[in-house]
């Protein structure tokens, strides 16, 4: 056994104790002495204070770094002779020990938890400490490995899952906060769909989950859906009547996750498990926010007196209750959200992240809607303004190949019809 395991506990100072732990795990071979290891280092960094920890994570992230000689060596060689095997001897030589570490760290009961855990709580440092940033990549390359779509599974969660489930879907909505368990009720009604991905290394913790509301048409505002009174039978009966399936609200779960992608498996298994259940269901569309658009068009109104105008008449108090002052206002933002939609790339500016989050999976740009949600978080970000992203089950593939390949971003004429100026068309 390494005699970093055998020290009585407090001979070394808790830090040091965890650092010896970590290095000792590169030298264990075997399963089992590595996996008694590994509970004894995620034992002494659950023992940490908060900055004896951040000084567990800078020393993770400095400490296993890859041999400078043999990687040199492996570099000059695949530079002299690029077979397949120099290429992958450079690979390897590489690969920082770190990561073997982790690896190894993720042999504990609980470690994968615990390394998860540990991303998220760096993520806020990554700005003033640029060396973490070396542990956050290790740490998001092996979690894609680890949390592929193989090891997921989708669950439906209703008003009959476990209690700690539904705490963590109040806990985690980040897109329509839920007041309460009454709230929370009506958003599993029997004309509402709640699905997550789970994963067994965390048992009870939803990765990422989608509200749904079933209705007859598209819908266009947020209110409609959020109203709590519901009588079950009504919703039931909505339910049956429905053609019209509306994600209105997606939320990652897991920060340290973040950037792992579960949100276009998530939302075409839905689509499969909805259309199975509803065989009446035709069409499969968000209701999303925009949240980028205000500061898209605060930096563009310097340069723009017609902008800046449309910027000026939002001050004040509450100017989208005042109807006069609302439809002066309409048709100048929907068509300035339309431009910012539309725009790709190359044209200077970055996509709005939810448009290309859903424009990735190849869903179409098909109508935004005027004041679709009047919360307060949503005036600040969007002027109020929603959109409805198209996943027509034909056109899918086609429409991913489109953005993905060429940054076009396909839309319905309706949208088409707004840039051209008339706004009616989507309103």
Known sequence: MNPATQSPRGVLPPLDRASQL????LSERGEASGALIAR???DAIRALDPEARFGFQHFLAT?????RAALRAAAERYLADDTAEAAATLAKAADPPRQEVLR????APGGTASLVAMRSEIGGRLGTEPELKLLDADLKHLF???FNRGFLTLERIDWQSP???LEKLIAYEAVHEIHGWDDLRRRLAPDRRCFAFFHPALPGEPLIFVEVALVEGLAAAVPPLLVQDFDADTARAQAARADTAIFYSISNCQDGLRGVSFGNFLIKQVVEELRSEFPRLNRFSTLS???GFRRWLGRHAAADEHLSALLRETDGQAWWQDQERSERLRTGLLRSCALYLTQTAAAGSRIDPVARFHLGNGARLERINWLGNTAPRAIEESFGIMVNYLYDHDSIEENHEAFAQDGRIVRSAAVDALLGGDARTVS
């Open 144 to 146: 894609a490995s680890w």
């Open 22 to 25: 970590a290095a000792s795990l």
């Open 63 to 67: 400490a296993f770094q890859p041999d």
């Open 289 to 291: 926010p925009v949240p």
């Open 163 to 165: 209690a700690a489930v």
């Open 104 to 107: 190894r760290m993720n042999m």
């Open 40 to 42: 004894e280092l995620h």
